[in-house]
């Protein structure tokens, strides 16, 4: 099995998020995909941010009928700043069934990921995906240089899988 694993503020949670999400989950044969309120992030400032609680009732309500979604209050339980790294491996602990978690990002935060803490480490533990906005300046030129020069330069890109591989 595949799932995706998606965090964010979700202050509030959009249609864009469900839309792009659908896509993603469909194109990468993901049998589900989590979204994952953070408590306290860590890249963007708290003030105004909803309670925990409120954020993932919003979810639930908003996921409810939707086939292969689902929400985890995993970084909501967890005290301290919400670091994708500890999310990644938390739930490969709990996962009983041997599925594999990708990492979904959107682009914008795809290309500030060496700010986040042991960014290399999200690389060994998952696959990423990386999704580029309706409308975004961060195009596929911009996303394989960034890779090719802060990542590593020994990714490449794989027409037949539609992804770069190392």
Known sequence: MNSGLFGGTFNPLHNGHIDTLRVVRENFCLDRVYLIPCAVPPHKSSAGLAPGSDRLE???ASIRDIHGFSSSA???ERSGPSYTIDT?????KRDTDGTTPHLIIGSD???EITTWDRYGAIFEEAPVIVMTRPGSR????EISGFIRQDISSAYRFSEQERAFVH
Request: charged share 30%; aromatic share 16%.
């Open 109 to 111: 935060a795809f290309l």
């Open 88 to 92: 990644v491996r938390e739930f490969k």
């Open 138 to 141: 961060n195009d596929f030129s």
């Open 58 to 60: 919003m979810i639930n």
């Open 74 to 76: 995993m970084e909501l």
